[in-house]
């Protein structure tokens, strides 16, 4: 009964086949291969547009690549309170950027709304020199709290956002998860809606360690290439990480096994909110679910083998704790937790 | 005939073997997994000493991040002037030393030998805060031109370094054709020898993406965890890094397929040495030859369907190329290629 | 009638003496000279202890050189979320550091209390490689909002950082101010309570570019020198900056005109506060009032000449301001200033 | 006798004067002053050309900031082997472009020439990832051999260094030596012959602590601000950089004493030049003079009270010294220095 983490399972089988079919003969090395065109050419497809898409090898390159690529030194990138990129990189978008300001604003259920966000600029004097400059709006899709924004949430923070010259980043680690909750297409939920470059995550949803930065606007690119070599995050054999890539993408799978863990989330929540003592924190979105859990329930969990994160210290005697569902989480597994949560 | 590079073949099978062996169920993330854990003891038994062992996934990372362990920002990193993190990592090593400053030493055959580098230090007053302080000495084994230090030969470089309070870096992204090449031991060719920190390379001689920072001395790591994840280094399914160097190491498979390659480079150079205007630039120690061609010669051979770099412009109707050999060269590719050559 | 900031007052005519003085003749570069020795022993006698003093130009690279001494690039720096470290210099703490994490702590009227600082600490898990790690606590004395921390505060405070393995720094721009208003050794209100690195500043308290970084512990002091080189802050004709120190700390007259600017801030505050709809919006402890304004009364202020900044957007018809007082700033201007206020 | 350094000498009459005019009353702080505008036009005048002007009290925040406008974090910057930013700046332009490369080019005397620039550039591949891209080409006039380029010099740099798509950097901290030995106008001496921008020295030459960062172009100012502002180099009563500045310029005052200087090291070398055993070593175009001197001459000079630097090891019995004069050092210094030598 892992749900430490989607990121504590495999991989799918398709990935070790993909790899296996890619393992052959001699190819281009640092991305200048066939395989690697091909999955540029697929997302295309998938955001029905042509994109620049940058093969990475963690989520946190991912982010802090992208981020570093749009915003300055002396910028500002704004961002939830608690996303990733501000409390889990060990500050890897400062290190990047070189010194640029991560600004956590405060906002319900991991989400950001714009009314927040504008009272967070109104620190930041345009033009000021002495004012780190907001360069960034960066959105975690789905949040780190399990929630997901509407392509129409989207879109109004993204206003914001260019009103003030910024440019915005989505965090996709979970992409998939939130794109198989939303039911919307790739499009309506990153570029239509005003994203400008993506974090495109694989490895959580069942790559190896893939993941992909999608610049929908070409000129935003930049220097991001030199930025990726210069950080040893241009991997030599990269036609293995475009190769997970492609079967991720494939017939749709990434949808099909973020929906499975989706549903498991789903299942677990509503297994749990029967419970006495038990209340959900927040809506169950996507494949996380953050149940207040008496201690004693806790303690009791974890002596029958479940394991999971407290996402907190303990406070009146309960415990905020996530539970992440994952591709591979076992149903039997959330049954499992669920009926010995009801004792 | 790909020549390239050796990082332009694909893996071994047992590299996808150990992959598919460690795909499945759930596992801790970021490194606190079995196999990991496993991979640094094997460390530990190859290099006959308890060593602290780190996967990460390229090279320039995992120079560039041992590096910048031992090297502050005012410090200064003594290598060949044709080193690789001197020429072909865009800089890395200054990102992630936030500004230290390389210095390139020459030496013959890309070899450092101590009267250079003792010259070299003279121009660098020991706590003189307008000097950058010297502060590791990076060798690289085998060389950028394909060349091997003897363990005397890195014993007096690193007697020197060690003098000058400088710590001793070793680029080893193929160090398996170094070994191999040497038939020494793997602890008489490194620390015996005075080398505090090895990059260890996989990738060049058979693995996906996998290399390792290994340190001799637990004190040298400092902060290296924290650079490792600050940097986007910390991959979340680490297991499948360390899966493909427990595979690397087994049944010291390593050194038998770097073998492979020195053999065929020394096969093609034999092949090579007899042909009229032909001249080897380098002694060939490991899995490169660097011969002279004549430039019609060099067209020929392309146009046979032979795929190598040149090394610098053409010069006096002949140019320098580099021949690489890998573990997968089929032995075929070098007759057809020596056959084409002889015309 | 310019209460805009106290950097906008000229130079005691001591500090134009003291430079005459030490103009003449040649003298060791770069801070060898006899007077950069004199007064680093002067410091000695003010602090009343040994202590290590290093002349810089700005404030802001005082500040930025010594936390960045104290702070790995991984680390964290807390500090109260108005701090100047904080809003108020583009992100020059995380350039110096390479990207270290400033953290934002709430608290009344500018300054921090225990339980908020262990609050925010709670969030950092110590030796958790994805968290940035508590390096450093930085206090502003006085505060941006005009306030002073007493020695026993400053305590409360260092206790529960050292607690936590981080150091302790001051960031002392007006260390004069609240000196002057403590009316305590600079002795207490510094190491004595726990601060284990200050500040000094002298420019804002009438010197023309001169501050100090004083480290209470030399072991503390690490590479800083290397630092403050390559920063380009290690200035060549450091005797003049030395002057400028020497003559500000000579016959305590720093306190002295810190005192007549703290005892106008004083007189302005008790002019201002009978006046109907002006409320003051923090205790006037040093030399700043912080006044809510009806609109209308800025405007008229303005009209008459009086020069000051606002201190957030208007709110409900009224604005809050900041009035800084000077060492220079005549008592005439304060009394017209209110005489203008009152109507 | 003190021949250590330019920087060793105080500062002219009229920069205190120039200090003392400055220092009454309330002006804006951060540059915003009238004083500040009025050196930037004065440039202008100077320059005979429309600048961009901006003050900063030392050498290397000059070169440094100047330098990393201009230059990515993946370029390189190509310089004289031997040149201040290199070797002395403990370095300083790698921390401020965040790691880019610094690549030395040898030339006799301290100047590069054409030729061998265009083959350092050589192991430059536009646009190739692994590479450092060339940004800047930086120059020092006069060079840290006392040695000066001719505008003609100059411009066929300069056009090697555009048709790459570099910049044009001067690092002038003894530009008025330079100007004042060359007699051609400033024009000519820098834009004219395609220098883009240029760190403008006053303290060697009698300054307290001012230089300027000269564009002649501004668009290449892009971030200079922020960076200078986020270096700490932003000094709050900056009308007294920038009142010393003033007091340089006028009456062409630089020109005069930097002529003085000049001229007493031409009487230097010319003192010296008969004696037996010792060598000029390079021309003698500025304000200083390289002589190699026999090890009992240098030890009988020192013993006398001579102040001088060695300018490397003893080799041979005789040293290599560096002398050099400013617009203070007496002419009886120089005679009685010769007459020592001469024994």
């Known amino acids: 009964?892992?749900?430490?983490?989607?990121?504590?399972?495999?991989?799918?089988?398709?990935?070790?086949?993909?790899?296996?079919?890619?393992?052959?003969?001699?190819?281009?090395?640092?991305?200048?291969d066939a395989l690697t065109a091909r999955v540029e050419a697929e997302f295309g497809r998938v955001f029905a547009r042509p994109v620049k898409a940058f093969p990475v090898i963690s989520g946190t390159a991912a982010n802090a690549l992208s981020i570093a690529t749009l915003c300055p030194s002396h910028g500002a990138v704004f961002c939830h309170a608690e996303a990733h990129i501000a409390v889990d990189e060990c500050g890897a978008p400062e290190f990047f950027t070189h010194g640029a300001k991560l600004v956590g604003v405060e906002g319900e259920h991991g989400m950001l709304v714009p009314a927040e966000l504008e009272a967070a600029l109104s620190h930041f004097q345009k033009g000021f020199v002495h004012h780190a400059q907001p360069a960034v709006l960066s959105l975690t899709q789905s949040t780190e709290l399990g929630t997901i924004y509407t392509p129409a949430e989207v879109a109004a923070l993204a206003t914001v956002a260019h009103a003030?010259?910024?440019?915005?980043?989505?965090?996709?680690?979970?992409f998939g998860n939130a794109l198989a909750s939303l039911g919307v297409s790739a499009a309506a939920a990153t570029w239509a809606a005003g994203v400008d470059v993506l974090s495109f995550g694989a490895t959580k949803n069942g790559a190896m360690g893939a993941e992909a930065v999608i610049f929908f606007h070409?000129?935003?690119?930049?220097?991001?290439?030199?930025?990726?070599?210069?950080?040893?995050?241009?991997?030599?054999?990269?036609?293995?990480?475009?190769?997970?890539?492609?079967?991720?993408?494939?017939?749709?799978?990434?949808l099909a096994r973020a929906a499975h863990a989706n549903r498991l989330a789903q299942r677990l929540a509503d297994g749990l909110s029967g419970i006495d003592g038990v209340e959900l924190a927040h809506p169950v979105d996507a494949n996380a679910v953050f149940p207040w859990l008496p201690d004693a329930l806790v303690?009791?969990?974890?002596?029958?083998?479940?394991?999971?994160?407290?996402?907190?210290?303990?406070?009146?005697?309960?415990?905020?704790?996530?539970?992440?569902?994952?591709?591979?989480?076992?149903?039997?597994?959330?049954?499992a937790f669920v009926a010995l949560a009801k004792g």
């Open 218 to 254: 070409a000129a935003d690119v930049r220097d991001f290439e030199y930025r990726r070599k210069k950080a040893g995050h241009l991997v030599s054999k990269m036609r293995f990480v475009s190769a997970q890539l492609e079967a991720y993408l494939e017939e749709d799978r990434w």
């Open 299 to 335: 303690k009791r969990l974890r002596e029958g083998g479940a394991e999971f994160y407290d996402w907190g210290p303990p406070a009146g005697g309960r415990t905020l704790v996530r539970l992440v569902t994952s591709f591979a989480t076992p149903e039997a597994d959330v049954d």
């Open 1 to 32: 009964m892992n749900f430490s983490s989607d990121n504590a399972y495999g991989v799918w089988p398709e990935m070790l086949a993909a790899l296996e079919r890619a393992a052959s003969g001699p190819a281009p090395s640092y991305g200048a």
């Open 164 to 174: 003030h010259g910024m440019k915005v980043h989505m965090d996709g680690a979970r």
